[in-house]
Nanobody, 124 residues
Framework: QVQLVESGGGLVQAGGSLRFSCVVS????????MGWFRQAPGKEREFVAA????????RYLDSVKGRFTISRDNAKNTVYLQMNSLKPEDTAVYYC?????????????????WGQGTQVTVSS
């Protein structure tokens, strides 16, 4: 059974940085497309960033381009999300997701495995 364990959330002031890690256990991250999503109170879960199994392809939500970076280390079965220049509107619960796929996946509905979610709060 594949499980995703996230870490790295917290409280930060606007302009600050946080780094998420998502460890894939019960399997290998190789062969999995990985993504990060977020859900703010009262809103639907939205796509934030995705990375292909090899790491060669990435895609971002327009509002986080240039501020967030997704990366992966398949030797460590880990995917990262570096978040810089954080804004109050980035406040949400962030989720890591995985799908067995050789291509980039950005749709919430396509992902099979989900992490437990980690709160990020950005104060102004």
């Amino acid at each position: 059974q594949v499980q995703l364990v996230e870490s790295g959330g917290g409280l930060v002031q606007a302009g600050g940085s946080l780094r998420f890690s998502c460890v894939v256990s019960g399997g290998t991250s190789s062969g999995y497309a990985m993504g990060w999503f977020r859900q703010a109170p009262g809103k639907e879960r939205e796509f934030v960033a995705a990375i292909s199994w090899s790491g060669a392809l990435t895609r971002y939500l327009d509002s986080v381009k240039g501020r967030f970076t997704i990366s992966r280390d398949n030797a460590k079965n880990t995917v990262y999300l570096q978040m810089n220049s954080l804004k109050p509107e980035d406040t949400a619960v962030y989720y890591c997701a995985a799908k067995p796929s050789w291509v980039l996946v950005t749709s919430t509905e396509e992902y099979v495995y989900w992490g437990q979610g980690t709160q990020v709060t950005v104060s102004s």
